[in-house]
Structure formats: C-alpha cells, structure tokens
C-alpha cells in the first residue's frame, strides 16, 4: 500500500481544500494518506467525506507543534477531538498562535518590512502561522517566494522567528494518547539537536507513549532513513512516510510503500 502520512490543508498552512488535497493525493499514486494540518482538525471530516468518494483509505490527524529547545512536531493520528483536552489544547494553541502571529508581523516591520496585519491575518481560514505571514511578503514584494522568506527572516533561529513554547513534545505526545489517538514523531530529520542527543531523547519520548516514527521524510536521503529507521525499531516503533505536502506550486505528495506493521498500526487494513 502506498501511502502519504503526513499533510496540510487551507485549514493550516497549506493552499488547497481538505476535499482538493484528497483528489491530488490520488492523482499523485496514493492508496491512503492523512490530513495532519498543524495544531486543528478543522478540516478532518471534509478529507474523510473525499477520500471515501474516491476510494482512498483515510487516516484523520493532526501536526502538533512543540518545542523543547528546538522545534519537535508531533503526529498525532485518531485522536479525538471531542476530548474536553483537546478542546483545551486547541483554544489555547490558537490564541497562542494569534500572539506569535503579532510578534512575528511586528519583527518583520522592526527590519524594515512592514505588513497589514488584518490583510495578513485574513490569508489564514484559521490559525495563523508562517507561511501566511512569509504570502504577505511575497504579496509586498519583500522576497520573491515563500521559501525565500524561510531561508533568510522565519526559520528557526532567524531574525523574524518566534518560538512556539506552547507546549513540549511530551506533553504533546501524551496528550495524543489521553485523547484516544496514535503519537508518531514528524519529521526527525529536521529536529535541531545534537545528534549524539536524539536518540536518548527519541527513546524517553517513546516511554511516554511515542508509538511510531516518521523516518521516511519528503526526499530525505536514504542513509537518513536508515538512521531513523533503526532507531524506531530499536524502541518498538513503527515506520511512516511523510511528504509533508502543502501546495502544489511548493511541493508534491510523496506516497511510498508502508509496511504491513503500520498498515495494521495505522487501521488500513
């Protein structure tokens, strides 16, 4: 089974609609993929209704971003979002959203490029972020392309970033779990730690109730992969693909063959 685990809507920071994303996804091979829009499951019903139209099995998700140090987003699949502690979590998380938002618009206007905020804000159908504030760059005429405006003022660790301190990864992880859902690591490749300092750390994730990783990464080279990938299965996860996608005029969907133990760990049967 080809599948794609790990996705945006316009819900988050992604251009297309839970229902557009479904029909890419299958025109770009997938058997099954997820909407995993960062910090909100806004849009998880709209891609299920999709995806059983066109025959596409559906994981429901969600991206949650926290920070120990540096960014760790957290996958978290089935969770349920009924859960009083998810509601708790997602209110806070979109007012937390809304004050890095400002803090970002008002950076961006200390060097030298300012932004409407109402205009800005209103490119995001729910929580802010980044990538709405890097449009309004662009839209400005500050940078040519969004990821322009990543590599040189947004990223982690650049002179317009601001740190999501919301909440930590393992109280995202554990949160996946007391709201019934499947706690997978995203994108290890990209977490900016020690190298010698991520295992250890992977491994008291996994104890606090991490049940799989995201070693299959976009195009993330194979020894990467492989490195991931031991790790996981050292500490009894199981391995996802990600792509990661959100525009197509940024990306495109990465489906891959998943194992039989994620298949089963993911309900796809």
């Known amino acids: 089974m080809k599948a ?11 251009d297309l609609s839970p229902k557009e994303l479904a029909q890419y996804m299958l025109d770009a091979g997938a058997d099954a993929f997820a909407l995993t ?22 994981v429901p998700g969600v991206e949650i971003s926290s920070y120990d140090g540096c960014d760790i987003h957290v996958l978290g699949y089935y ?11 997602d209110n806070e998380l979109s007012e937390s959203r809304e004050l890095r938002f400002k803090r970002t618009i008002q950076l961006l206007c200390e ?5 409407d905020y109402e205009k800005v804000r209103a490119l995001a159908r729910r929580n802010p972020s980044r990538a709405h504030a890097a449009m309004g760059m662009v839209d400005a005429g500050y940078e040519p392309d969004v990821k322009s405006c990543f590599d040189k003022w947004l990223r982690a660790g650049g002179d ?26 995203a994108h290890p490749v990209r977490i900016r730690m020690n190298p010698n300092k991520l295992p250890p750390y992977i491994e008291m994730l996994t104890k606090n109730g991490l049940s799989g990783i995201e070693a299959s990464y976009k195009q993330a080279q194979e020894e ?3 490195r991931f990938a031991e790790i996981g299965v050292k500490n009894g996860l199981f391995i ?6 959100h525009s197509p005029t940024r990306s495109r969907p990465v489906p891959r063959e998943i194992s039989q133990e994620t298949v089963k760990a993911l309900k796809l049967l």
Do not use: W
Not at 6 to 14: E, F, T, V, W
Not at 37 to 58: P, R, S, W, Y
Not at 163 to 185: F, H, Q, S, Y
């Open 160 to 185: 317009c970033y601001v740190p999501n301190e919301a909440i930590t990864p393992v109280e995202a992880v554990r949160l996946i779990c007391d709201c019934g859902g499947i706690a997978v690591l």
């Open 111 to 115: 060097h030298g490029m300012p932004l």
């Open 79 to 89: 969770v349920d979002s009924s859960n009083p502690k998810f509601k708790k979590f």
């Open 4 to 14: 794609d685990l790990h996705a945006h809507s316009y819900y988050s920071d992604g």
């Open 240 to 245: 996802t693909n990600g792509g990661d996608f």
């Open 224 to 226: 990467a992969v492989r």
């Open 37 to 58: 829009d960062h910090d909100t499951m806004a849009g998880v019903d709209e891609a299920e209704a999709a995806a059983k139209q066109l025959g596409l099995k559906f």
